[in-house]
């Protein structure tokens, strides 16, 4: 079991930055692939970004890619998430997620075992 908790969101003006953190309890975070996705007012969630239990791999949306940056450190059972240069489009709720096995470009969030109860991000133009 893992649950994770996320902070970090806030009201920013565009071409602004802002670090989300997720932290994970349990004993096994390392083992774990994490994501982040975010979900904006009467769409779909949205995947962003997920990274490998090593840290090694990553991968993005082309919506973010060049902006926005994940890491991890398995130490301190934390993901984060630094978004740089930011833009209205990117307003929304901002999930971490958690996905047990092997590593791969998992864009669906069905494919995930855990989820964070989101933490908003508004970027005002």
């Known amino acids: 079991q893992v649950q994770l908790v996320e902070s970090g969101g806030g009201l920013v003006q565009a071409g602004g930055s802002l670090r989300l953190s997720c932290a994970a309890s349990?004993?096994?975070?390392?083992?774990?692939?994490m994501g982040w996705f975010r979900q904006a007012p009467g769409k779909e969630r949205e995947f962003v970004t997920v990274?490998?239990?090593?840290?090694?791999?990553?991968y993005y949306a082309d919506s973010v890619k060049g902006r926005f940056t994940i890491s991890r450190d398995n130490a301190k059972n934390t993901v984060y998430l630094q978004m740089n240069s930011l833009k209205p489009e990117d307003t929304a709720v901002y999930y971490c997620a958690a996905r047990a096995g092997g590593w791969g470009r998992n864009t669906s969030p069905y494919l995930y075992d855990y989820w964070g109860q989101g933490t908003q991000v508004t970027v005002s133009s």
């Open positions: 349990g004993r096994t975070f390392s083992s774990y692939a």
């Open positions: 990274i490998s239990w090593t840290g090694d791999s990553t």
